[in-house]
């Protein structure tokens, strides 16, 4: 019999796929479930990873579409969540799209008939101070949970709304319009500047003025911080609000117009160390994914933008995993505690299970061998999700769903077409290695 025991507080996505993990290793799990108790604004039943909103689990396409790679790594890793969706999958096209109700009730039978894991229907309202206890409670973690980890990390590395500006590819930003300079020539050219006229600016606000928007869940209240309001809000407030706000021009000088001052400009700040993703500077909307596309097209050098992001605004619980966690998903402070899912900034169904998968694979290691094991190459999906959350910029910190952009770049030379399947072989063979070594 298993010496070992691990609590799990949340079986939702990440917290579920832990438990499958572990208990799969021989490790006994206590699972801690709030609901049918208590239920998070969002979840509607009592099962086990329930589906919240959408029923897809996005691309299942692994050559070319990133969130497809981790589902194949997945696979590979042998996941819970992944044998549900494919066990219960509906005609999506190329997406990997699932039968809500099946999926759930799926995975709420594997996890009750599995003799090493204990669902406990309770809410937990405390963190335990020594037992190794994984937290997986997600983006509507329960108030009472909220604000122990509040006092354990800090209020200013808790963060309970999402406040997100889009992100682009470098590769897909026009230079022969945009330029590299910081304002005033202050420090290096740090930022990229779409540089817009007279007439291109009013359009561009026009377009924000008429574009259609999320409209807020019941248990989202539309209270924006005057310092971070959507840049529709602040379209509404006038013409020039932009142009004085983050669009503005002073200290810029475009060298495709002789070094003239643009009318506004949209700035871009790298948005991660490889330097590959940057991000739309005050750019915060709440507009929907295909007008935000529309209309942030329209900006001088963006014409064939590629979006890593696209802005939201929604309630999300999450820490700032840089300055919190260490590179295996413990707190800092207290490394007898793991973290999974989407409050360690991981956005998505399957970005949060990949997160709770990992962290089973680090708690089983550790207790079976006394250490923790090498954390999964960079090159893996996986391994650039963990990354992200955990070596990310804690200044600019934000939740991300997997993309290419988080990746290392290939460093042999290759047609643009072949770079993601290449980058995805490197993928799996890399995850291959690291599974038979780990
Ligand atoms: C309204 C909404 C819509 C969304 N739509 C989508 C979408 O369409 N596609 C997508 O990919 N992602 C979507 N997301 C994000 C998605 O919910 C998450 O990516 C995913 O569910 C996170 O998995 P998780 O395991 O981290 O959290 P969850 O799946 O939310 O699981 C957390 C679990 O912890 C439990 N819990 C919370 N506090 C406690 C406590 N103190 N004690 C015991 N149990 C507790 C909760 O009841 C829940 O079961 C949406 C999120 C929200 C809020």
């Known amino acids: ?24 290793r021989d490790i006994k799990v206590d699972l801690y479930e709030m609901r049918p108790h208590r239920y998070s604004p969002a979840h509607q039943t009592d099962r086990c990873a329930e589906l919240v909103c959408s029923n897809s689990l996005r691309a299942d396409d692994w050559q070319h579409n990133a969130v497809g790679l981790l589902h194949q790594e997945m696979r590979l890793l042998d996941s819970l969540i992944l044998s549900a969706a494919d066990a219960n999958r509906t005609p999506a096209g190329g997406a990997l799209a699932t039968d809500r109700q099946e999926f759930s009730s799926w995975i709420t039978d594997k996890i009750t008939n599995h003799p090493n894991i204990t669902l406990i229907r309770e809410e937990r309202t405390a963190i335990p101070e020594h037992d190794l206890t994984l937290i997986a409670t997600g983006p509507l973690t329960s108030d009472a949970l909220a604000n122990q980890l509040e006092a354990l990390v800090g209020s200013d590395r808790l963060y309970f709304y999402d406040s997100l500006a889009p992100i682009v ?11 590299r300079q910081s304002r005033y020539d202050k420090g290096g050219a740090d930022y990229i500047n779409c540089p817009l006229d007279e007439v291109q600016y009013r359009t561009f606000i026009e377009a924000l003025n008429t574009a259609e928007q999320v409209p807020c869940r019941p248990f989202e209240k539309p209270v924006y911080f005057e310092g971070c ?15 004085f706000g983050p ?5 810029l000088n475009n060298p495709h117009q ?27 909307t709440k507009l929907t994914w295909p007008e935000q596309k529309r209309i942030f097209r329209t900006i001088p050098g963006l014409e064939n933008a590629e979006f890593a992001r696209l802005g939201a605004i929604h309630r999300n619980t ?10 295996h998903l413990r707190l800092k402070t207290r490394p007898t505690i793991f973290m999974a899912g989407q409050i360690t900034g991981v956005e998505g169904y399957v970005e949060s299970a990949a997160s709770g998968l990992m962290s089973a694979l680090f708690i089983a290691h550790l207790l079976q061998h006394d250490r923790l094991p090498e954390p999964p190459p960079a090159e893996t999906a996986h391994g650039a999700l ?11 910190f934000q939740p991300m769903n997997v993309n290419f952009g988080l990746f290392p770049p290939l460093t042999e030379r290759c047609r643009k077409v072949d770079r993601k399947p290449m980058m995805a072989k490197r993928a799996l063979e890399a995850l291959e290695i690291w599974k038979n070594n780990t």
């Open 247 to 251: 669009m503005k021009p002073v200290g």
């Open 169 to 179: 590819h470098l590769e897909s930003i026009d230079f022969s319009k945009a330029f």
């Open 1 to 24: 019999m298993s010496a070992f025991r691990v609590s799990i507080i949340g079986a939702g996505l990440a917290g579920s796929e832990a438990a499958w993990q572990l208990a799969c």
């Open 318 to 327: 999450y820490i700032n995993g840089p300055s919190v966690l260490d590179s």
């Open 258 to 284: 002789g070094g003239a001052t643009p009318y506004a400009v949209l700035q871009l700040r790298q948005d991660n160390q490889l330097g590959t993703l940057w991000n739309l500077v005050g750019f915060q």
């Open 229 to 243: 309001l959507p840049i529709e809000v602040m379209a509404a407030r006038g013409p020039e609000t932009l142009r």
């Open 386 to 396: 963990l990354r992200h959350v955990t070596q990310g910029d804690p200044t600019h």
